[in-house]
């Protein structure tokens, strides 16, 4: 058995095994695009071995070994252009006031450090809450959302 460990945006970093050791580790450019071994100082016996991938990747997708394609509900995303193979189905995704909405092709309207689209048609900030103590002793919630501009 494998557990897999996910980032903020779903985005899989470390597969451990039953004894909670590192079997592998994974590193991705802001698009998604695998960082391996050889890149920097990552090295095979750090766990960056490119013979052992999961299929669930970067964002909340899928990956498919043969074409190295993102798979998501609706469409395939390429992960080293950081495009879309093909337009937003949706229509109503388009936006007057934003100019980057017109571009049918791109990922997250060009924002994939704030946002992903596991579905292929909606950008969404993957957020976390937390229950924490305040001065009071209530607890309140912290929200887990970055923004990045």
Request: neutral net charge; contains cysteine; proline residues 4%.
């Amino acid at each position: 058995m494998k557990y897999l460990l996910v980032d903020w945006q779903g985005s899989t970093r470390a597969m451990m095994s039953n004894g909670g050791f590192v079997k592998a580790r994974m590193d991705y450019t802001a698009y998604g695009e695998d960082i391996g071994a050889g890149t920097g100082l990552r090295t095979n016996s750090q766990g960056f071995d490119s013979a052992i991938n999961p299929r669930q990747q970067y964002g909340l997708t899928e990956r498919d070994s043969a074409t190295g394609l993102d798979h998501t509900w609706f469409r395939k995303n390429e992960n080293r252009g950081g495009r879309w193979t093909s337009p937003d189905p949706y229509n109503g995704s388009i936006s007057l006031g934003d100019p980057q909405s017109l571009n049918r092709f791109s990922y997250v309207q060009g924002q994939p450090t704030n946002f992903i689209d596991p579905s292929g048609l909606l950008k969404i900030q993957q957020c976390t809450k937390h229950w924490v103590w305040d001065s009071n002793g209530y607890r309140t919630w912290i929200d887990g959302c970055i923004t990045l501009y």
